[in-house]
């Protein structure tokens, strides 16, 4: 069975830096995309970063443009997202997605395989 598994969610104070890992099990995932979405109380799941399956791609949203930075690590089928400079509207929960293709969309129908979601918590 599929699985993906995020940590590295928590409480911290504007201006912090936290790193997400997603952990993946069940299959490989090298020849897929992978993204990090979030989704925040009331909020559409909006897509935050987005990595191709070689890593040689990376998308972002505009509002954590130079203050995220998505990676993976094939070899051990996970994906990370580094976030710095938080601020308190990027609370939400964030999860992980696998794509159904080898380069990352913005649309959630993009994507077949999701974690439980990590919450992240920003204050100001």
């Known amino acids: 069975q599929v699985q993906l598994v995020e940590s590295g969610g928590g409480l911290v104070q504007a201006g912090d830096s936290l790193r997400l890992s997603c952990a993946a099990s069940?299959?490989?995932?090298?020849?897929?995309?992978m993204g990090w979405f979030r989704q925040a109380p009331g909020k559409e799941r909006v897509l935050v970063a987005g990595?191709?399956?070689?890593?040689?791609?990376?998308t972002y949203a505009d509002s954590v443009k130079g203050r995220f930075t998505v990676a993976r690590d094939n070899a051990k089928n996970e994906v990370y997202l580094q976030m710095n400079d938080l601020k308190p509207e990027d609370t939400a929960v964030y999860y992980c997605?696998?794509?159904?293709?080898?380069?990352?969309?913005?649309?959630?129908?993009?994507?077949?395989?999701w974690g439980q979601g990590t919450q992240v918590t920003v204050s100001s």
């Open positions: 997605a696998a794509a159904r293709g080898p380069v990352p969309t913005s649309t959630i129908l993009g994507y077949n395989a």
């Open positions: 069940g299959r490989t995932f090298t020849n897929n995309a």
């Open positions: 990595i191709s399956w070689s890593g040689g791609y990376r």
